[in-house]
């Protein structure tokens, strides 16, 4: 059996790891099919001699000034596959419908389809929370990788800093950025949260990486005239690897929750979660939309954080073997 079997197989003992597992594969899902579940645009079109696919991702600003009327008029004569839901989340119809056919959640204060804003806040939340959290890893990995093996001015040029970034709150980083930036762009989201998420996932990468430096292995590689970057890449990111990937999935749910806090502030995505929340405890909203979005986002952290405690069983006591 190989180490990521080995891995794998003491995964799946872990308590809940699979119900977590596939709930963040379902929430992962629906973020990037969203356009299958709820648009104003059909998925499939075919008509007067012309084939049209996800209209509205190749034709997002059409769609957006269509009413329904003309929406329906236009594809009156073709062939039409449209979404579960034939609204997207900024379109407005009645206010406070109840639930039926046309909108399985509801409709908001303002008219906003519930389903079709829930569907989206998964992308707004779990998207740039996976991204920002691949972009921390990357950096993480490589400064602390840097810093533990060179030591000297690359450790000091990598723990300041790292001391420095972790001394503001992360939210208030993130919120700050976003209101800097006046299209508040998810990639903003993106490049501010992992700007300070990375320095607490390389201060781990640089203690197991001073640990591992004096290993026989590591000596006989320098000894034969292996570059600093060879080493790092054979020897220290394979041994490093399990705790790196613990303490990833562990920020996971932080991300998570930070992406809707700043969104809760007025200054995230408006299609995320804590934006339905905000909107839905101000006066006169929608306390049926807010509780909808409450209990996805409760969920999602849950389930992220249940799979970073079964990752840390898992993964963790590798890293504390003694090195091959």
């Not at 046309?102 to 519930?114: E, I, K, N, S, Y």
Request: proline content about 5%; aromatic content about 6%; hydrophobic content about 50%.
């Amino acid at each position: 059996m190989t180490h990521g079997q080995r891995v794998f197989a003491k995964l799946r003992t872990q308590r809940g790891f699979l119900a977590a597992s596939l709930v963040v594969a379902l929430l992962a899902s629906i973020a990037l099919f969203a356009e299958l579940l709820a648009a104003d645009a059909p998925i499939v079109a075919i008509g007067r001699g012309r084939l049209r696919v996800l209209a509205g991702v190749t034709e997002p600003t059409t769609y957006a000034v269509m009413t329904r009327d003309q929406i329906d008029s236009r594809h009156a004569e073709d062939f039409a596959l449209w979404p579960l839901v034939r609204q997207g989340p900024e379109r407005t119809t009645e206010p406070r419908a109840r639930a039926s056919l046309q909108h399985p959640l509801g409709t908001d204060a303002t008219g906003r389809d519930v389903f079709a804003n829930i569907v989206y806040g998964a992308r707004s939340s779990v998207g740039p929370a996976l991204a920002a959290l691949l972009l921390s890893v990357a950096l993480g990995a490589t400064m602390g990788a840097l810093a533990g093996a060179r030591g000297g001015s690359w450790d000091e040029l990598v723990a300041r800093p790292t001391e420095i970034i972790q001394a503001f709150p992360t939210v208030l980083v993130v919120a700050l950025a976003m209101a800097i930036d006046p299209g508040r762009s998810g990639w903003t989201l993106v490049f501010s949260a992992a700007a300070v998420r990375w320095a607490e996932l390389a201060r781990g990468v640089r203690a197991d990486t001073l640990r591992l430096v004096t290993d026989d292995s590591i000596t006989a590689a320098r000894a034969i005239g292996a570059s600093p970057f060879q080493i790092i890449r054979r020897h220290i990111w394979p041994r490093t690897a399990p705790t790196l990937l613990a303490s990833a999935v562990a920020t996971l749910p932080s991300l998570v929750a930070l992406e809707a806090a700043v969104a809760y502030l007025g200054v995230g995505l408006p299609t995320s979660w804590g934006s339905m929340i905000a909107k839905g405890t101000m006066a006169g909203g929608s306390a049926w939309s807010a509780g909808c979005a409450t209990a996805v986002l409760f969920l999602t952290v849950a389930a992220t954080a249940m799979l970073a405690d079964a990752a840390a069983g898992a993964l963790t006591p590798q890293s504390r073997r003694a090195p091959s």
